[in-house]
């Protein structure tokens, strides 16, 4: 019979961790101001309201969202932090890395840090990844609960871009905010996802 998972042992964080969250949590308050301006979601749309794609495929970034269906959902997050796996002219894809406790957060991330198109993590930098070469590979198992489509239609606030230099600080930072249901809980039925393939 597996062990129990529970919210404690979820949300449970070593001392390192706990550096790493104080570190992005001082790191977004010193430059939330400056972020917030780099894609705006009206420059998205031209004077027809189709979008523009100002997102960058295996790009980070962070955003208010209010899903058209969430009266028929679970559980949502109101404050996603993604990367862009693709998009089209009404909603793009990608993975809310939310949706895993930060250890899984970590693990996927440092693996996918393998695909990146260069080491500069500068403005050049994203990664080259697709829904298809991540479902492919064990070691991106975690992708499952987070994988989530969003519509233009529904972001609610400026999108924030995480500079590429920012991005492993970025997943440390406590601003998800699930409705419906705790955070703990739905870690809980992300790691059972996870470990039922």
Known sequence: M????????ITDRNPQQQLKSKASRAWFMNNVRTL???NVKKDMLNQHGRAIHNLRVGSMYLYVYDPKTKKQLPYYDRLPLMIVLNYNTKSFVGLNLHYLPMRMR????????????NTKYDRTTRMLATYDILKSARRYKYIKPCVKRYLYSHVK?????????????????????????????????????????
């Open 2 to 9: 597996p062990a129990k998972i529970t919210g404690k042992n």
């Open 36 to 38: 917030r301006n780099i």
């Open 106 to 117: 970590e693990l996927l991330l440092q693996n996918m840090l393998e695909l990146v198109n």
């Open 157 to 197: 606030s400026n999108i924030i871009k995480i500079p590429p230099a920012e991005w492993s600080r970025s997943i440390y930072l406590p601003v998800e905010r699930f409705k419906k249901e705790s955070k703990e809980q739905v870690w809980i039925e992300s790691i059972q996802r996870i470990k039922n393939g």
